[in-house]
T-cell receptor, first 115, second 114 residues
């Protein structure tokens, strides 16, 4: 079955330190990959996506993600975390050769940045 | 440009009732998708509409239905509500409904079924 895994329920990091939120996928073919962030009582905000091309994708708010086909991973990174980055992060995949825009989401990772 | 709007933001219903949720996509966007978010199941795709036609459907019972109007606004309906339908329902729109499109989400409708 097609799936997305976020192996860590929670990631804790000190402000100013680099952060990584992990995502792996199990999908046939070459999927399209997305990261979204959700703040309490809010919808999802788009951070970045990988469609094709350069494996390093830069997105909003200083976030970036690296697509690794051999490891089927798409980890989200930021060089220097801010307290305001504390939120729930979702990795999502869209199946290749599928019409439409349906996304398969991971379970989410709570990022907590301490001051 | 205004974002995706959803109404109402909060709803409380009782078992057996039905409910209709509304979504207005970003201006010019033609594709609207609906997702259900619960603590146990996470985010799950319900269905997608494009040009007033349902294009994809997730694995939900027939009690969940939707439609899209000619102005791209969408509604979803849940009939015969069950306690397990309590969730945050998120609407997302994209420009052309292409598989490479970014979906932009609304703030959601929080449905509580008592």
């Amino acid at each position: 079955a097609q799936s997305v895994a976020q192996p860590e329920d929670q990631v804790n990091v000190a402000e100013g330190n680099p952060l990584t939120v992990k995502c792996t996928y199990s999908v046939s073919g070459n999927p399209y990959l997305f990261w979204y962030v959700q703040y309490p009582n809010r919808g999802l905000q788009f951070l970045l996506k990988y469609i094709t091309g350069d494996n390093l994708v830069k997105g909003s708010y200083g976030f970036e993600a690296e697509f690794n086909k051999s490891q089927t991973s798409f980890h989200l990174k930021k060089p220097s975390a801010l307290v305001s980055d504390s939120a729930l992060y979702f990795c999502a995949v869209r199946l290749p050769n599928q019409a439409g825009t349906a996304l398969i989401f991971g379970k989410g990772t709570t990022l907590s940045v301490s001051s | 440009k205004a974002g995706v709007t959803q109404t109402p933001r909060y709803l409380i219903k009782t078992r057996g009732q039905q409910v209709t949720l509304s979504c207005s996509p970003i201006s010019g966007h033609r594709s609207v998708s609906w997702y259900q978010q619960t603590p146990g199941q996470g985010l799950q795709f319900l269905f997608e509409y494009f040009s007033e036609t349902q294009r994809n459907k997730g694995n939900f019972p027939g009690r969940f239905s939707g439609r899209q109007f000619s102005n791209s606004r969408s509604e979803m309906n849940v009939s015969t509500l069950e306690l397990g339908d309590s969730a945050l329902y998120l609407c997302a729109s994209s420009l052309a409904g292409s598989s490479t499109d970014t979906q932009y989400f609304g703030p959601g409708t929080r449905l509580t079924v008592l």
